[in-house]
């Protein structure tokens, strides 16, 4: 049990270092979806206090997922596909150039920007394509 929260944490780890990575930095998913014009009512109504950083915008669409417009609920679904997508393209990636990197922080997303060069074409084309989308 202990080893599959491990990994649980790792691939939240890696997850939100890949959204740094397409996103750019200093932007994470939560701030991608608030700055969409789909959820920007959504969040004035549900989270005012929300703020970027810390997980707290993720954390208040989540909280209130079931009171989101549809076309909110449609961009955070979005995000996650394309972040599930890139987790997915980069993950031998992450394994192989940050193996020992700690998880949080950023440091998985510096560790991937630093090697970029040795980033597999298949993990490149697809921060691509999520750069795209954001």
């Known amino acids: 049990m202990k080893l599959e929260a491990t990994n649980i944490r790792r691939l939240a780890a890696v997850a ?21 014009a789909s959820c920007k009512a959504d969040l004035a109504k549900f989270c005012p206090q929300a703020k970027p950083g810390g997980g707290q915008i993720v954390g208040c669409l989540k909280q ?9 609920k449609a961009r955070v679904a979005q995000m996650k596909e394309i972040l599930r997508e890139v987790h997915q393209a980069c993950e031998e990636d992450i ?4 193996a020992g990197v700690q998880p949080g922080g950023g ?5 991937l920007k630093q090697n ?6 298949g993990c490149k084309a697809r921060i691509a394509e999520a750069k795209a989308a954001k």
């Open 95 to 98: 394994h192989f150039l940050c």
């Open 116 to 121: 970029m060069g040795e980033v597999s074409p």
């Open 107 to 111: 440091r998985i997303a510096g560790c």
């Open 64 to 72: 209130n997922a079931a009171q989101l417009s549809a076309s909110c």
């Open 16 to 36: 939100v270092a890949v959204a740094v990575v397409v996103l750019g930095p200093g932007l994470t998913a939560g701030v991608a979806v608030a700055q969409e």
